[in-house]
């Protein structure tokens, strides 16, 4: 059984800074190899993805998250983070972590991931 709750998100001003974290139960444990990411959607607006990392550890960003995102891992305590720093209003969105064991030939990036959390409100104002 796979869950994931997320947590850590708020409100800042602009260039402000704040760590979201998804504990993920039942994926890093699991049966192997696996993919999590990290989307957003704010209201009006179509979902984006913001960064994906799989079981090697290697995240890749969003156009809009280089540089200023850094997501990471902490396996032993089942958990992802994403450092988000010099946020802009435009980064205001509901933040969600997904996740799904790797089917094996598909970047994680581009994976359907069936499993997500409720998500966790960032606002930057």
């Known amino acids: 059984h796979v869950q994931l709750v997320e947590s850590g998100g708020g409100s800042v001003q602009a260039g402000g800074s704040l760590t979201l974290s998804c504990v993920a139960s039942?994926?890093?444990?699991?049966?192997?190899?696996?993919?999590m990411a990290w989307f957003r959607q704010a209201p009006g607006r179509e979902r984006e993805g913001v960064a994906a990392i799989g079981s090697d550890g290697r995240p890749v960003y969003a156009e809009f998250a280089r540089g200023r995102f850094t997501a990471s891992q902490d396996n032993a305590k089942d958990t992802l983070f994403l450092q988000m720093t010099g946020l802009t209003p435009e980064d205001t969105a509901l933040y969600y972590c997904?996740?799904?064991?790797?089917?094996?030939?598909?970047?994680?990036?581009?994976?359907?991931?069936?499993?997500r959390g409720q998500g966790t409100q960032v606002t930057v104002s």
């Open positions: 997904a996740a799904d064991f790797w089917d094996g030939h598909t970047r994680c990036v581009a994976q359907r991931l069936r499993y």
């Open positions: 039942g994926i890093y444990a699991g049966r192997g190899a696996y993919c």
